[in-house]
């Protein structure tokens, strides 16, 4: 069965210092991955996914994340973070393209000034 | 193009009592998905319809039903309300199906009292 660990359901920066938000995975197959962003009372907004060609995904809003498959990881970072990045974050997890997502329990993230 | 839109967007219900939302997808979609979202449960995935069709449905108990219109309006019926089903209620659209680039609806915020 596939499943999505989210370590740290809290983390906090500096605007400018690196975001990275981690995400770990469970797959019995080759997995669709994805990265949403959902700010306060609104829906998800999809930043990134993964489906089987380049590791290394370029999403929205200068974020990025590395498919490892050695690692099961798939964690998301910004190299500068900004005020507007604060907003709750979600890895997702798909074994097929017409299959049902699995979310990850979320990480929020707080800028600092 | 507009987004998805969901009616209405705030819903208070008593328990026992039953509730329709509804889900207009982006226009030229015939995927939508549905989501429960809870603080202590998280997203989890309700079902999805495709050219109406229901192609996939999570683990929830048959008080939660759906259906897909000719024009992929969707809408979600839940009876027999519980005071656990208070939750956001998030639609998705996509245009093949499944998780490729699925565009969330704002949601429908239900409190069951």
């Known amino acids: 069965a596939q499943s999505v660990t989210q370590l740290g359901s809290h983390v906090s920066v500096s605007e400018g210092a690196l975001v990275l938000l981690r995400c770990n995975y469970s797959?019995?197959?080759?997995?669709?991955l994805f990265w949403y962003v959902q700010y306060p009372n609104q829906g998800l907004q999809l930043l990134l996914k993964?489906?089987?060609?380049?590791?290394l995904v370029k999403g929205i809003n200068g974020f990025e994340a590395e498919f490892k498959k050695s690692e099961t990881s798939f964690h998301l970072t910004k190299p500068s973070a900004h005020m507007s990045d604060a907003a709750e974050y979600f890895c997702?997890?798909?074994?097929?393209?017409?299959?049902?997502?699995?979310f990850g329990s979320g990480t929020r993230l707080s800028i600092r000034p | 193009k507009a987004g998805v839109t969901q009616t209405p967007r705030y819903l208070i219900k008593t328990r026992g009592q039953q509730v329709t939302l509804s889900c207009s997808p982006i226009?030229?979609?015939?995927?939508v998905s549905w989501y429960q979202q809870t603080p202590g449960q998280g997203l989890q995935f309700l079902f999805e319809?495709?050219?109406?069709?229901?192609?996939n449905k999570g683990n929830f108990p048959g008080r939660f039903s759906g259906r897909q219109f000719s024009n992929s309006r969707s809408e979600m019926n839940v009876s027999t309300l519980e005071l656990g089903d208070s939750a956001l209620y998030l639609c998705?659209?996509?245009?093949?199906?499944?998780?490729?680039?699925?565009?969330f609806g704002p949601g429908t915020r239900l409190t069951v009292t």
């Open positions: 226009s030229g979609h015939r995927s």
């Open positions: 997702a997890v798909s074994e097929s393209s017409a299959s049902k997502i699995i």
């Open positions: 998705a659209s996509s245009d093949t199906g499944g998780p490729y680039e699925q565009y």
């Open positions: 993964y489906t089987s060609a380049a590791t």
């Open positions: 319809y495709f050219s109406e069709t229901q192609r």
């Open positions: 797959s019995s197959v080759p997995p669709y």
